[in-house]
């Protein structure tokens, strides 16, 4: 595996990063950071296709590469994502992922934080600390429940077949996983991936790392996670215009259907 720079950018380290406005308008240049990371030499190798252990080293490269970038206080935060297929947004075919380094917070995340900071208040609890237990309880929605990390598809999916993988233990930053929590994490997303490819067909996908912004930048408390988001349908002018999501599947079934048929709760481990 390698990690470059990408050959077209779109923030890079040599810009400015000063801010400027026009009445109401404001903007920033685009100071940051955006690398490429090359999962392997083998060009039809799918993510969940690697070895375990080559799964593992890749998943640690990752968290040394966020561990650097995050280091730099001009960084509030950085993204880790994957985009498979071409209706998923990848424009190379060969296997890789993509982090950016951005000077702001994203929106997502700012929402998050404060959801996170005002369930803190209301029930003094982590909010995905709670929602897991509540899960895993039901187990409806559960792919696997293992010791370190949970699999489940989200109790509002956004899209057909979405899964939302989370350490079990409160963890705010993904650049904090230690040796034993990569390998756990790589067993299960190996196992997830594989599900989709196939009970899916293999679908193009999103994954995306939702992780604690830099400490100058957080709004509120955080507990990191994974997103796999597989691009079965397109979204329209009604979620664009309203940003609530119309799912075919519901998340139950979902999650019977990636299990294999007749099988409704996922393995605790």
Known sequence: MRVIP????????????KGESEGLLKWVAGRGAHEVVVESPLHDRGLGDHSLQH????????????RELMD???????????????????SLTHPHIQILATPVCPDAINREA???????????????????????ESGRRVLRAGKAFIAMAPFASRVPFEILIAPRAHLESFQDLDPAGITSL????KEQLGRVKEKLQDPPYNLALHTAP????RTGPYHWHLEILPRLVRLGGFEWGTGMY??????EEAAKILL???TEHGRND
Not at 55 to 66: F, I, P, Q, S
Not at 186 to 189: C, E, Q, R, S, Y
Not at 246 to 251: L, Y
């Open 260 to 262: 294999g048929t007749g």
């Open 55 to 66: 799964l593992t080293d890749l998943l640690r490269v990752c968290r040394d590469r966020l």
């Open 246 to 251: 119309i799912n075919p599947v519901p998340p």
């Open 114 to 136: 404060n959801a996170f900071r005002l369930h803190q208040e209301r029930q003094g609890g982590c909010l995905l600390c709670d929602l897991i237990r509540t899960e895993i």
């Open 72 to 90: 730099d206080p001009d960084h509030a935060y950085v993204q880790l994502f994957k985009n498979h297929g071409e209706a998923a947004g990848a």
């Open 6 to 17: 990408n050959l077209f950018p779109a923030l890079q380290s040599e810009s400015s990063g």
């Open 186 to 189: 790589a067993g299960i997303l």
């Open 214 to 217: 830099n400490s100058r930048f």
